[in-house]
């Protein structure tokens, strides 16, 4: 998989054009779990046909959307193993191979657009990140956004710290996540997105948080029909690509991938946004959905029962990136 006809000598070196005649189509399988009209199945979307109107039809990307291919369980393996080159994880889904990651899911560290916008741009944060996924032998590209993540819930609106006491929320898996809803005294239970809808309907968890766009796309809100907009945290993902595919494109192909990216950087930031927004006000315009957006009161409990949060990862983890990403963000 990866190359539809062989573009390399068997020493693993690209073909001399000269020598072959005619240059090799290269096909990248990109692989998400999400539906296409969502943050990341947009820009998935749109980096395929930028990258092919850059290279000229010489590359082209084909994106399986909703987990067609793999779940959010297996994806990473499939993308060592080159079965696919291409996914984009969250940085939650992340953190358990690169626990530094978790600066990322702090809990109320984005207080506005202007400062998540930063953490997208080409900056110390995200390059030295990216970076620490050499080890893995994976190549980090760019980073894509979705959007702040908000409560949703069954049976009742989550406002006070007290309504989490032993609500079975579905989180991402993540150490950080879990410790941030056991502070909370909720029950965290982590599943892959692809079996959220079944844990929702048999009941296994009562609640999740995710961004509107995620809830509305796969229509989680028929079931968890109170949302609380608390902006607890923020959803992005790690644009990733198989290393070894990676090292083995041409430089000159190489730079058109990136171009891309940072090409589509802006849309992809407005799109996000846009589509959260669109996806509110559809879910607004529902009788049986209720919408609460977080008091300040409310908001001020919720960040002191998860302080403590906070000199856990200083101390555990990695203060040097929590004062780089507080660097880069104010
Ligand atoms: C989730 O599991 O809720 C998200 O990771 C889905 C996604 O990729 O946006």
Known sequence: IGYRQNSFTSDGLPYDDEQ??????????????????????????????LVK?????RVLVQVYPNGILYSDDNELEALKKNEIQMIAPTFSKMTDLLPTWQVLDLPFVFHNEEQVQKLYQNNALKTALLDELEDEQIKGLDFWHNGFKQIAANDKLIQQVDDFTNLRIRIMPS???????????????????????????????????????????????????????????????????????????????????????????????????????????????????????????????????????????DKQIDDHYYKLLREQIN
């Open 20 to 49: 072959v005649g005619l240059q090799e189509q290269i096909i990248i399988h990109f692989s998400h779990v999400v539906a296409e009209n969502t943050p990341k199945g947009l820009a998935a979307s749109r980096f395929a046909e």
């Open 53 to 57: 109107e850059k290279t000229k039809g």
């Open 175 to 313: 150490e950080m996540l879990q410790q941030q809803f056991t502070l909370l005294r909720a029950t965290p239970v982590t599943t892959s997105f692809g079996n959220v809808y079944t844990q929702i309907e048999k009941k296994g968890v009562e609640a999740q948080e995710n961004t509107i766009s995620n809830l509305y796309s796969k229509g989680f809100h028929t079931f968890e029909k109170n949302i609380t907009l608390s902006n607890h945290g923020i959803l992005g993902y790690a644009v990733l690509m198989n290393e070894s595919f990676w090292k083995k494109l041409e430089p000159n192909i190489q730079n058109q991938i990136m171009d891309a990216l940072n090409e589509m950087k802006d849309w992809q930031l407005m799109t996000s946004h846009n589509i959260n927004q669109k996806s509110l006000t559809e879910l607004k315009k529902l009788p049986n959905v209720t919408i609460h957006t977080l008091t300040k009161d409310e908001k001020q409990q919720w960040q002191a029962q998860l302080a403590p949060i906070y000199s856990r990862y």
